[in-house]
C-alpha cells in the first residue's frame, strides 16, 4: 500500500450509509446519556442512576451481533452463483482484534461520558479523525493530500477550543455526573486511540481479506459478547463503587427489571447503536476509515442541538443540556 493516496470520491451507498450512521449514532449517544441519568431500584433496595457502562456495552455487542442473521438473509435471497464466497476461518478468527479494540475504545468512552456532558464527549471524541489520519499516513502507508492535513490542523484547534468550555462552566449548568472534566477527557482521548486502531484494522481486513462489511460488524459483536460474558464474572469480583463491585452484573438486570422506562430506553439504544454500527461499517467499506472518522465529527453537531431540544422543549431540563454563557464558545468550535 505504500504511496497509494487516500481515496477521495464519495457514492450513492457511501452516503447514504454516511447519513444513517449519524443519525443512529446521534440517537445512541444521546441515549447512553440520558440512561445514566435515570433511576431505578438496586437490589439493596436503593434508588440510583443506572450506571453502567460495561452492560450497555455488552447490549452493543449483542446489538452488533444482529448484522449475521441479516447477512444470512441477504445470501438467502440471492441466486447461489451471486453469492460471494465463503469468508475463510482465519479472518473470521482475526476478527476478535477489532472487537477487543471496540471493547476498549467503547468502555473508556462510556466511562469518560459518566464524567462530562453528553455534546464535550461528542466533540472530544472528533480527535479519533487526527488519530485515523495519522494510523493511515504512518502505519498504512497511504498518502494523504495536504489538505487533509490542514483539516487535522483545523480539528486539533476545534477540540482546544471547546475543552475550555468544559472545564470553565459554571456547575449548575452541568447535567447531573458531569463533574470531572478531566477524568472524562482522559478517558475519551484514551478511547479515541483505540478506535482509530480499530477503523484501520476493519478497512484493511474487509480491503485485503475481502470480509463482507455485515461479517465483519456481525463477527465483531459475536466475539464481543463472548468476550463481556467472560468479563462480566472478573467486574462483580473486583472492589469498586457499584455495591462493592466494578460493575454488579445481577444489580444491573435487577434494576432493568424495576423500571419499564429503561426498558424502553433500553430497546431504543438496540435500536439505534445497530444502525449507526451497520452503516459506519459500510462507510468504512464504501468510502474510507478516514470518513468513518469524519462521521464521527458530524455527530457533536447533530448531540449538541438534540440535547439542547431536549433540555428546552421536551423534558423541561430533566435531560439533555442547558445553553450557558459559555456555549458561543463551544459553538464556533464545532463550526
Partial sequence: MSGMAEPVGCNTVGTVSFLFGLVGGTGSSIVIKMLYQMSSTDVAGNERHFEKPLFLTFIMFVAMSAALPIYYVQQLLKAPEDRPPKVPGRVLGWLVVPSIFDLAGTNFAQIGLLFTTVSYFQ??????????????????????????????????????????????????????????????????????????????????VMAVDNAP???????????????????????????????????NTQDSFYMVSQSNTIQLMLLI??????????????????????????????RPVSVWSTDLVIYYMITNGSFGEAWTQYSWLQFSGMM
Fill in 123 to 204: 466533540l472530544l471524541r472528533c480527535t479519533v479523525i487526527v488519530v485515523t489520519a495519522f494510523l493511515k499516513a504512518f502505519v498504512l502507508n497511504q498518502r494523504l493530500a495536504a489538505y487533509m492535513w490542514w483539516g487535522v490542523a483545523i480539528n486539533i484547534v476545534a477540540m482546544v477550543l471547546v475543552s475550555v468550555t468544559n472545564f470553565i462552566a459554571p456547575e449548575d449548568a452541568q447535567p447531573d455526573g458531569a463533574n470531572n472534566p478531566a477524568l472524562g477527557a482522559f478517558f475519551i482521548l484514551l478511547s479515541c486511540i483505540v478506535q482509530g486502531s480499530q477503523y484501520i484494522f476493519e478497512e484493511k
Fill in 213 to 247: 462489511p455485515l461479517v465483519v460488524i456481525g463477527m465483531e459483536g459475536l466475539w464481543g459478547t463472548l468476550i463481556m460474558l467472560v468479563i462480566f464474572p472478573i467486574a462483580a469480583a473486583l472492589p469498586g463503587r457499584d455495591l462493592g463491585s466494578i460493575e
Fill in 269 to 298: 439504544f438496540f435500536v439505534t447503536i445497530t444502525t449507526y454500527n451497520i452503516f459506519c461499517i459500510y462507510v468504512t467499506a464504501y468510502l474510507s476509515a478516514i470518513w468513518h472518522a469524519i462521521l464521527d465529527n458530524f
